[in-house]
């Protein structure tokens, strides 16, 4: 079983994602100037359409290549030593720090603690009548799912198969897919959390939501 | 209780005058406003018969100054006059000048587009003892007095494909269609069948519509207001605008601010007085035929005088158009002649009878009348340096043709269609009696083993798609223009690079042999013009023709002159427009070129004279057009209505050309916007364009600026006006002139012409 509360205790001694910046191919480097502690933003607007801060720019073949910042965050690191020498791939140009948000966190955690049910194929999913009628009723976690059970239908091209969960037994804690949209192959359709443990989950989102203090 | 509405009425009036000068004339408005108070203030303590004489007082005070500030009224002041909520909206004006009427389709805001309202209508009018009820089908914006549903009078596309249902159904009833333009724009939404392209069919069908067309200006803004505008009387209220763009819009271009950003105050005023968009600017320019004059600041609802002047107005507006084009009416046309000019109380059109409704020669009449008068206009916004005698010989040179082609094609071409008709009938049936005479003996060689099997590469070649590899194998991969980027030693990395992951190019790999064309995903970066009329067109087969028409300032804009001397001398070109007779594969065409490089490809009164004599030329020699659109960002602001009146010009020399049974083609490759697309581009059957290109009626600035909208960045991109009907395909650059010659050849015909 998972300790929840270990891990709500480590992530909360590193509240930070580090994200390393690379080189993504060879060139000459020119840094933007940032400093450590400076702010950066990743892409903004309704489709991510307005770039993120300008970190650094690779010159290769007389062709200036931007590189943004893809995450909100703190410079953590700039490795100033390699201003106007040439870089290969891969090498390290700086390192943000990137605070988790709430969400984020809460993300982490339940699907650590939850067992992921993946789609086996690129295909739009839904929940099979009598779990559907319930979940509308009274919400997903009013579901208990057993190994074997019919819970979904996968509809490809307006052909429709059943899908059985297997997986241990629980209630149905989270759900990550959407009406009327393809989901990937692999990508996790619902996280299960055995029954003993909902009120513990239950626990640990509540601390998130009232302990975890956003910065921005 | 009199006293009260009097009280209140002239409280409006005050609040009014406000509104129009602002902090301007301040003494004025404190004068009044004191007055009024004072008197609000004695009121309970006056004998009734006193408060009427000392309310009477103060009208006439109200009206005094109204008189004196109406000498002071600037354009900028006039604009604000036509956007108060105060100001006449078209409810009003149906409620008083039509006897009555019902409104189609819309009921306050449960309307397809509750800013487009039509009304079949009726005047009734009395001549002798005898009592006529003439039908007219009202079309125009509705703003209301403050209504937020209907937009600010801003039709959305839907609304303007009602308005042309409706014309078509007055076609239909032939009754005479009165339009009254309230608009301050198009609302630019891209939405099927996107705001551009419904402006494009309403300017083509107007300038077909076989009925006469009256319309009335208040507020014309561009685009919008020439969706309704095309008629063959303009009138236009004396205190109305009419004009290629809001003061505010041309003032964010001037001042060439950044979105969000506003324009100053005084910024403004001056270009609403160097847009020259008032109607007396607009009726010396020739472009509104009559203003019709509204009481001091303004008309508003309870003008009822203004309302029978604009009453009489419509009236001989229609009578006079119809009697143009009738056949005999000497004394009803002279009496009407003799009253233009006259008071209202002298003005009695009502008892001179004329019906409206006209014959199939009368309305063939209407039609010409119609075209004549818009090619007529803006003759005088350009400049043509070309010495007498060449301009006499050029008209010698265009009469032979209109001889030469009418003997061709007129004459000699119909009596040869009616004979290979004759001759076709006469072997198809020959065809199928010796096809059975034969068959025996066919059967007969065919089982001998002799018989070889057909080669099919001449029916593959032409009808199957091209393949860029395969294509024009006589060129190797070499065009015969190469861009001048592609002398720079640089690599370049394609936009599409994160989520395709297409490698970086070379500059002289993509500029020279891939022709701006990304080899990894296909993503093509803008070329130049020169590109196109070097590799698309036959070889030393082109020849320009008009190229002394030269762009001008007309309006005087300040700094205009500077500009257009700047990118005279960075293009070579005197104008954005292009025109030139070239071969496709020894097709001839007749190309039109809206040039990007030229102030955004702007299109003012040159660009649009050189498009319309390229239209007509097509026609005399009955070559296909093709209108090939590198780029436009629009009508050029700085020209002002000489601009905007480009739209409906050139959409009716379009017009002419398809109805003479020409082909009209419009290839779009950089970024088209606005006027030009709304109107003789958007209007063509055959649309494509560049994978490079990107269509639409405003930009995202503009659109973010009047709607408040953000637009996705690929709004504009070519595929989506492929999915909304805009356009009919997308090509690939280096596949255009394989793709011209199939579109001519399909859509044409080897030998010209496809009617």
């Known amino acids: 079983m998972l300790d929840i509360t270990k891990l709500l205790e480590e992530i909360k001694a590193s509240p930070y994602e580090e994200v390393v910046i690379h080189a993504p191919h060879t060139g000459i480097v020119s840094f933007a100037g940032l400093k450590e502690g400076d702010r950066v933003v990743g892409p903004t607007g309704m489709w991510k359409e307005i770039p993120g801060t300008r970190l650094a720019t690779l010159d290769r073949e007389r062709n200036k290549k931007p590189i943004l910042s893809v995450e909100k965050g703190v410079v953590a690191k700039v490795h100033s030593e390699l201003e106007g020498t040439f870089v290969e791939a891969g090498t390290p140009l700086l390192e943000l720090r990137h605070y988790l948000s709430k969400d984020e966190v809460l993300g982490i955690i339940l699907k650590k603690a939850l067992y992921l049910f993946s789609a086996p194929e690129r295909a739009k999913y839904y929940f099979a009548p009598d779990a559907d009628k319930k979940i509308k009723a009274s919400g997903p976690k009013a579901v208990t799912v057993h190994d074997g059970q019919e819970l979904f239908i996968m509809s490809r091209m307006k052909r429709e198969a059943a899908l059985n969960y297997s997986g241990p037994e629980g209630v149905i804690y989270a759900v990550y897919f959407q009406h009327n949209e393809n989901v990937d192959a692999g990508a996790p359709l619902i996280g299960v959390c055995p029954p003993d443990q909902v009120g513990m989950i239950e626990d640990v989102v509540i601390r998130v939501q009232t302990e975890w203090v956003e910065q921005d | 209780m009199d006293i009260d509405k009097k009280i209140q009425h002239l409280t409006e009036r005050l609040s009014y005058i406000k509104d129009i000068f602002g902090t301007k004339q ?165 939405d099927a069948p996107g705001a551009a392209q419904q402006i494009a069919k309403n300017l083509y069908e107007m300038a077909g519509l076989r009925v006469p067309i009256i319309s009335v200006f208040s507020e014309g803004g561009s685009g919008g207001a020439e969706a309704i505008g095309l008629a063959d009387i303009r009138l236009m209220l004396s205190h109305g605008y009419y004009s290629v763009i809001s003061p505010e819009g041309a003032a964010a271009i001037e001042g060439r601010l950044r979105s969000g950003d506003r324009a100053g105050g005084e910024l403004i005023e001056k270009c609403a007085m160097q847009l020259k968009m008032t109607s007396d600017d607009n009726v010396r320019m020739g472009y509104i035929d009559h203003a019709i004059d ?101 008209w010698w040179y265009d009469k032979g043709w209109d001889i030469y082609s009418y003997f061709k094609y007129d004459l000699w071409r119909k009596h040869q269609k009616q004979l290979i008709y004759a001759v076709e009938e006469v072997d198809a049936e020959a065809r199928v009696l010796v096809e059975k005479v034969l068959r025996p003996w066919r059967k007969l060689t065919n089982a001998l083993p002799t018989a070889q099997g057909k080669d099919d590469s ?192 050139c959409t009716i020399a379009v017009r002419r050309y398809i109805d003479a049974g020409g082909l009209y083609l419009v290839l779009y490759d950089t970024n088209s916007y606005a006027g030009p697309l709304a109107s003789f581009l958007g209007c063509s059957p055959y649309q494509f364009a560049i994978r490079s290109a990107n269509i639409g009626f405003a930009g995202p600035g503009v659109i973010k600026e009047t709607t408040g909208m953000d637009i996705p960045p690929d709004y504009h991109r070519a595929y989506r006006a492929l999915s909304r009907g805009h356009i009919q395909g997308i090509w690939d650059r280096r596949d255009a002139r394989h793709n011209l010659r199939q579109a001519l050849l399909t859509m044409g015909g080897r030998n010209l012409y496809y009617r």
């Open chain 2, 294 to 394: 509204e009481p001091p600041m303004g008309a508003r609802p309870y003008h009822y005088d203004f309302f029978r002047r604009l009453r009489q107005e419509v009236i001989r507006a229609t009578d006079e158009v119809v009697l143009s084009v009738k056949g005999f009416t000497p004394f009803r046309a002279m009496a009407l002649r003799r009253r233009r000019g006259k008071t209202i109380e002298d003005l009695d059109i009502e008892n001179i009878y004329v019906r409206w409704s006209l014959s199939p020669a009368a309305r063939a009449t209407l039609l010409q009348k119609r075209h004549k008068k818009f090619l007529r206009l803006s003759r005088q916004a350009f400049l043509d340096r070309r010495p007498y005698f060449r301009r006499f010989s050029a």
């Open chain 2, 458 to 649: 001449k029916e593959r070649e032409l009808t199957m798609l091209s393949q860029w590899d395969k294509e024009d194998e006589a060129r190797n991969g070499e065009w015969s223009y190469v861009s001048g980027r592609a002398k720079e030693d640089r690599a370049i990395t394609c936009p599409n690079a994160a989520t395709h992951g297409c490698l970086d190019l070379w500059a002289p790999d993509l500029f020279g042999e891939f022709a701006g064309v990304c080899n990894y995903c296909g993503h093509h970066f803008p070329m130049e013009y020169q590109w196109y009329l070097h590799n698309i067109f036959d070889p030393g087969s082109i020849f320009e023709f008009n190229s002394e028409v030269e762009s001008a300032n007309p309006l005087g804009f300040e700094g205009l002159d500077v500009k257009l001397e700047e990118a005279k001398k960075k293009t070579g070109l005197k104008s954005a427009c292009t025109t030139f007779e070239a071969r496709i594969d020894n097709v001839k065409v007749v190309v039109a070129m809206l040039v990007a490089p030229f102030r955004g490809g702007t299109v003012g009164a040159a660009e649009g004279e050189k498009f319309i004599q390229a239209a007509e030329r097509a026609k005399k020699k009955r070559f296909p057009f093709l209108a090939y659109v590198h780029g436009t960002a629009g009508i050029r602001i700085q020209e002002g209505v000489n601009g905007v009146i480009q739209m409906p010009r």
């Open chain 2, 26 to 190: 301040a003494e004025n408005v404190r004068l009044l406003e004191t007055r009024l108070e004072e008197f609000v203030q004695r009121e309970n303590a006056l004998p009734a018969k006193e408060k009427l004489a000392a309310v009477t007082t103060i009208e006439d005070l109200f009206g005094f100054v109204e008189r004196k500030l109406e000498t002071e009224l600037t354009p900028m002041d006039k604009v604000r006059i036509v956007r108060h909520s105060q100001r006449i909206c078209l409810r009003d004006i149906l409620e008083n000048v039509y006897d009555n009427y019902t409104e189609i389709g819309g009921k306050d805001e449960n309307s397809i587009d509750p800013s487009m309202l039509i009304a079949r209508a009726y005047i009734t009018r009395r001549s002798g003892k005898k009592t006529y009820h003439q039908p007219v089908m009202v079309i125009g914006q509705e703003k209301g007095h403050g209504e937020e549903f209907r937009n600010g009078g801003s039709v959305k596309p839907w609304g303007n494909a009602k308005a042309l249902q409706y014309m078509k159904v007055a076609e239909t009833e032939d009754i005479p269609v009165h339009t009254y333009v309230f608009t301050p724009g198009s609302f630019p939404v891209e």
